[in-house]
C-alpha cells in the first residue's frame, strides 16, 4: 500500500473476531490479567453478569491488527485511541470497521488517520467501541 | 454529597513505578499475538522483520499497554495483579471510559520496562441520566533500561454512583 493510493473514505477490509472462553484465557494469561471477570462463571452471578466479559484492553491489539494488515509492514501506528460503550461476551463475534478521515504529508512521512468503529454482530448488535482513531505513518 | 472530596483531589500527581525484573521476551511476544489471534510475522520472524526496517522481532504495538507483566503485584480477591490506584469509592461502579496511545518507538524482546504511572486530572460529572461520576485521568509511560520512551498511555477510569442525585 502507498500513499499515493490513498484517499479519505477508502475503507480498510474489516477485521472480525469470535471471542471463545478459550481465547479469553489465552489472553488473560499473556496479559498477566487474572480478574474473575474475564471467567467464573460463579462470581459473575454475583455481580449480574451473563457470562464472561470481554477485557476491553483487548479491541485495542484488534484496532491496530486492522490498520497494519492493511497498510503493510512498512507502515508505523503512531497513536491509537478509542472509547469504551458497550460489554461484550464471551462467544459474541466482533466487527472492526474502518475509513480514512486524513492523508497529510509530514517531515516524518505521509500520516494517515483512520476512525474505527468495533461492532458486535448477530441478533444483539451494538457498538462496543467508540470514537477510535489510529494515526499511522508511511514511509 | 460529592463525589470529589479533598482526599480524591489530592490525588493528582500521585505517582507509582514498576520495574520488570526481566526482559520482555519472545516467548511473551508470541503468546500474546497467538492469544488475540495477530499472524502478522513482524512479530515471530526475525527476518521478515529485517527486511521490513526493524533489527528483529517486535512487540506488537499494545503489548506493553496491556500487560501487567512489569507490575509483580500478588493477585487481589478478584484475582487482578495489575496496577491500581487502590481506590474503592462506597455507592458507584467503576467503568474503563477509554485509552490513548502514542507509540514513539517500537518494542523489542529485549527491552526491560518500566512502567511511571501518575494521576493527572481528576473531575466530577453527571451524565444522562444523572448520576454522579468521577472521572479519574492518568497517564502510563512505558521506557526500557536504556531510558527510551517507549509508549505514552493515557487511561480514563470513572466511578459512576449508583444512585441519581436529583
Given at each position: 500500500m502507498t500513499s499515493a493510493a490513498l484517499a479519505v473514505g477508502d475503507r480498510p477490509p474489516n477485521l472480525e473476531k469470535t471471542i471463545e472462553l478459550p481465547d479469553m484465557v489465552a489472553y488473560a494469561g499473556a496479559t498477566w490479567d487474572w480478574h474473575?471477570?474475564?471467567?467464573?462463571t460463579d462470581y459473575l452471578a454475583t455481580k449480574g453478569l451473563p457470562a464472561p466479559l470481554v477485557d476491553g484492553q483487548v479491541f485495542g491489539a484488534y484496532l491496530a491488527e486492522q490498520v497494519q494488515d492493511w497498510l503493510g509492514?512498512?507502515?508505523?501506528?503512531?497513536r491509537l485511541s478509542f472509547r469504551f460503550a458497550q460489554m461484550v461476551f464471551a462467544g459474541e463475534t466482533v466487527r472492526v470497521t474502518g475509513a480514512v478521515t486524513a492523508v497529510e504529508d509530514t517531515p516524518d512521512g505521509t500520516v494517515v488517520t483512520v476512525e474505527q468503529t468495533i461492532t458486535v454482530v448477530?441478533?444483539?448488535?451494538?457498538?462496543?467501541?467508540?470514537?477510535a482513531t489510529a494515526e499511522v505513518v508511511l514511509q | 454529597m460529592s463525589l470529589l472530596t479533598p482526599e480524591i483531589e489530592a490525588m493528582v500527581g500521585r505517582e507509582v513505578n514498576y520495574t520488570a525484573p526481566e526482559e520482555l521476551g519472545r516467548a511473551a511476544i508470541r503468546y500474546y499475538a497467538q492469544a488475540v489471534g495477530d499472524d502478522n510475522?513482524?512479530?515471530?520472524?526475525d527476518e521478515y522483520a529485517r527486511a521490513n526496517g526493524y533489527d528483529g522481532v517486535i512487540a506488537p504495538p499494545t503489548l506493553i499497554c496491556e500487560?501487567?507483566?512489569?507490575?509483580?503485584l500478588e493477585r487481589d480477591t478478584e484475582g487482578y495483579a495489575g496496577h491500581g490506584w487502590g481506590l474503592d469509592i462506597p455507592g458507584t461502579r467503576q467503568v474503563r471510559g477509554g485509552n490513548s496511545y502514542t507509540f514513539h518507538r517500537p518494542v523489542r524482546p529485549s527491552d526491560v520496562i518500566t512502567a511511571t504511572w501518575t494521576i493527572t486530572d481528576v473531575r466530577e460529572r453527571v451524565n444522562s441520566a444523572g448520576h454522579e461520576m468521577l472521572v479519574i485521568n492518568s497517564r502510563a509511560n512505558y521506557r526500557n533500561q536504556d531510558g527510551e520512551l517507549l509508549v505514552t498511555n493515557e487511561e480514563t477510569l470513572i466511578f459512576v454512583a449508583l444512585e441519581a442525585t436529583a
Open positions: 474473575r471477570l474475564h471467567y467464573d509492514p512498512r507502515a508505523r501506528l503512531r448477530g441478533e444483539k448488535e451494538r457498538v462496543a467501541v467508540k470514537g | 510475522p513482524l512479530y515471530t520472524d500487560t501487567n507483566q512489569y507490575a509483580g
